[in-house]
């Protein structure tokens, strides 16, 4: 018997990481990417020096910077039969972060417990047991909600794991685990009970951003996110995060999995499934259709393009009236941001591989993306430096540096054409006047900048949205669209904006999901 065909719409990770699950299963997988690179957001930009032009190039990544919970793709290439030490060499980053304020004050995120501890001392010695003790919280929450909530989908969990003896206390324990890690909980007020240090507390307020949540809104079961960091580590992969969808491109191929570039998909196709005794007639999903009028029919089809985008464009409206438009528009876009690429003449010593410029008022910067929808005037500048760890990524004698700030998802409130501009020299200059990177202007010699408005061309992002639907509530936290549609048979979706969320292992752990959804639905014999 032939193998059964699976097509997938989009090449991020979580698009790999489940295209690579279902070959090794023996499906016959298609992968189709509208880019001309793999990778979705985690991306590359590569640009020579102008005055050096077969020299070393500038290389950027241009999505995620950091690779959290490196166990997780050790046990997708395990799934391949791969050694992820032979393809994924990494390195562990010390600090992690350093953060940098206005009046002089410098905090390093250390990776070593003892040294955290020690720099917690020499910073704020009065909270150094609110950090254990919020540490501690994490670690808990972590513990209780890791297996339920990052490894399998929801429905999965709710009628017991293969292999999972029957628990008659089991509908009790997920009843009340909400309670127990934090979901009617908020974020800052949970930082606010355990830190008295604003700065520290500013500090701990990032990782609800890393959700695309501010943490005013945010549930308190995002403290799990600083434990993960601190307690897995922050990793680099030699040659620069790229190389994560690189490997994973090989692998997918290696074990037959065809891959197509430029090739955007135009509508999901469905069709009615005839109805049998005592069942109603249900649709299901039976191939795609390109933009050049291409069909592929297939037994399945898995999007890991943006939910919304894909309800919206890729299927009929009476298709799913599961999810009009309507509902759609509800779905809350996680946080977004402006990039600047800048390859630079020369080197900022002081700079660390992460580093973070904060803002004299940082709950300004939180209200201009998640309230008032406006570009902040005095954002947090977050830059990364990826030559402190690996020189390649810039010619001899240079620096990559690849800088962030806030900005909102797209309502129609901003003219980035306009905006862009001035946001920019906004930011440069705020880098030369009060960050310490003197005559940076002058020293650009390679320049790209990426607004919410470019994220939402290139990846077909909701509303320019980074981080796909935000965490600012306990629905939007834990009850996304689901990983399998439940009116439209063989349609099944990964990455950010479904379960278990955004960020780079999660969204991993979205194909590892979808990949065991489909091997149930479809059972290869």
Known sequence: ????????????????????????????????????????????????HPHRPSGRPFRFDTGPSLLTLPFVFADLFAAAGEDVRHWLPITKLDPIASFRWQDGSRFDLRAAQNQLEQELMRFAPTDVAGWKAFAARGERIWNLSAELFLYHAPEQVLRGLPGESR?????????????RIGMLSNFARLVHKHLKNQKLREVLYQYATYSGASPFKAPATLAVIPHAESYFGGWYPTGGMYRIAEALREVATKLGVTIRTNCPVKQILIEPTMPSAGRRQTNRATGVKLHDGTVIRSTAVVANSD???TYQNLIAPEHRPHYPNKKLQQLEPGGSGMVLLLGIDGTYPQLAHHTKFMPADYKS?????FETRTVPSDPCIYVCASTRTDPSQAPDGCENLFVLCSAPPLDGGLDWAVEGDRYEQQILRT??????????????????????????????????SIYGIGSNSRKAAFLRPPNRDKKIAGLYFAGGATHPGGGLP???????????????DFPQK
């Open 1 to 48: 018997m032939s193998a059964k065909r699976i097509v997938i719409i989009g090449a991020g990770v979580g698009g790999l990481a489940a295209a690579i699950r279902l070959a090794a299963r023996g499906f016959s997988v298609q992968l189709l990417e509208k880019n001309e690179r793999v990778g979705g957001k985690l991306n590359l930009w590569e640009m020579p």
């Open 167 to 179: 628990n008659p206390w089991r509908g009790l324990t997920l009843l009340t685990t909400p309670f």
């Open 307 to 309: 939910v919304v985008y």
């Open 365 to 369: 910067d939180l209200r201009a993306m």
């Open 431 to 464: 880098l030369e006047q009060q960050c310490g990177l003197s005559d940076l202007r002058k020293r650009i010699v390679v320049k790209r900048r990426m607004t919410p408005a470019e994220l939402q061309h290139i990846y077909n992002a909701n509303a320019g």
């Open 506 to 520: 999660l969204v991993a752990l979205s194909g590892k999901i979808v990949a065991e959804l489909v091997e149930e």
